[in-house]
Structure formats: structure tokens, C-alpha cells
């Protein structure tokens, strides 16, 4: 936990107050306070421009089967398009089956999730949204979706979230991958943003959207929902020096490959 920046706690901060302390001009110095449990140490820390790609991807051997490891952190603008140069490395570098993970992605943006869904799904339903004042409406895929004979996992934990519960879904209720991990978040709502005069905003649930199969994943407001079941159970310990939730998605996905 940051305690201080330089001199100035921060404690009582907001975020963005917070932030705007630590951020500054790359090649500039700056001095935190860190607080692990009860040890507090100093670091002094060379800022720089760092870019975080939205998604990644590794190729691991698991007993001697390739399998593409694929990271997506977020459904920004894009981020489809990213995810596809990725896919098409792995593919390239000899991967016999792919592991999506979506643990910790809080979602996005609707037609990124459509547009990552299609990568591995050719045709058909990726999610409808309906609304009190709106009209009932269906995505579907895209097109140019890899072979479906290409095996495939999702991996999820609570912090998966809406748009990356949105592809979990379509993927789980297509046939398309198994979903290992823990039940997803639960977030089966959309917002539109009304601005206000005074320069603020209304941020304004307005409607509800379902997976292929008609499960809405419930919540509403700030409430959590359902979520999504995965199909293999699996989680990683925090104080583990071994991902076992990701050695459970390998296991599966491998055992697929004939």
C-alpha cells in the first residue's frame, strides 16, 4: 500500500488526487512510502512512459502439447483487433489449442466483445440486450473466426466482468470452450450517460443483455449477480508461487487435443 508521495500522506485522498501526485514528467524522480503488512520501506522511482498492452500472449508446452496463453485485460477501442494479431501468432508459432484469459478484466465496450467473441466463433448469436424503452436487439458474429476445431478454454475469476461475461458466456453456451475458474461477477446491465448542467453526469442503468442461450447474469446498480458457472472449478491461492487455476485450464484444454 502507498502511504505517502514525497512528503504528503495520503491518506484521506482520492484516487485521482493520489494519482495525480505520483504521475509526472518521464525522466523525473519520485518518492513513495510503501507499507507491506507491517514493514514500511521508501522507494525512490524513475518515471517513464510506460504503454500496457491490452492483450498478450505466451507459448507453454504442456506436456508436449503447445498451447497458446492469451491475455485480455480490458474491451477498449481495438482491443479485437488486438487480440486477433495474437490468436494468429500463437496459431502461427504451432499452437494446438488456446487458453482465453479474462480473470481480472472488468469488460468495456459491447462491440469489442463482439469483435473478440467472433474471433473464435463463425456465425450465429453473441448476445441481445433488451430495455424498458428500448428495442430488443441481437449481435451476432462477424465473421473470418479461426477453425472451431482448434480446442479452447476461458479462464474467469470474480473479477471478470460484462464484456469479458459476455464472451465467456457466448463461447460457454456455443460449445465452443469450456470456462475454468470461479464464477464470474455478474454483470447482466448496461448504462447510458446523461450529462447534467453543472458538469456532472448521470450514469444511468437502461437495460439488461443475455448470452446466446437467454441467461441474463443478473446485478443491477452496484449489486453483483450470478455470474457465470464455470465448468471446471478452479483457483490460484494468492501466496502460491504456482498459477494453479491456469495449470487447471492447460490440463483441460490439452486433454482436448487429439
Known sequence: MINAVGSTSLAGLSTDAASALIKGRAGTRVRLTVLTGTHRRTLSLVR??????????????????????????????GSGAELRAQVENMLHAGAQ?????????????????????SIFIPDGTIVSTDGRSLQRQVYTAKGDAIPTSIPMVVLVDRGTASSAEIVTGALQDRGRATVVGTHTYGKGVFQEIQPLPNGGALDMTVGEYFTPNGHNLGGGGVREGAGITPNVYA???????????????????????R
Request: aromatic fraction near 2%; hydrophobic fraction near 50%; avoid cysteine.
Open 235 to 257: 483457483v490460484t491461492n494468492p501466496r502460491s508461487r504456482v498459477d494453479t487455476a491456469l495449470v487447471v485450464a492447460e490440463r483441460t484444454v490439452a486433454a482436448k487435443v
Open 97 to 117: 489449442a488456446l487458453v482465453l484469459d479474462l480473470r481480472e478484466n472488468g469488460g468495456g465496450l459491447l462491440n469489442e466483445a463482439v469483435n473478440v467473441a
Open 48 to 77: 517513464a512512459d510506460i504503454t500496457v498492452p491490452v492483450a498478450s500472449s505466451t507459448l507453454v508446452n504442456f506436456h508436449g502439447v503447445k498451447i497458446g496463453h492469451l491475455v485480455l485485460t480490458s474491451f477498449t477501442d
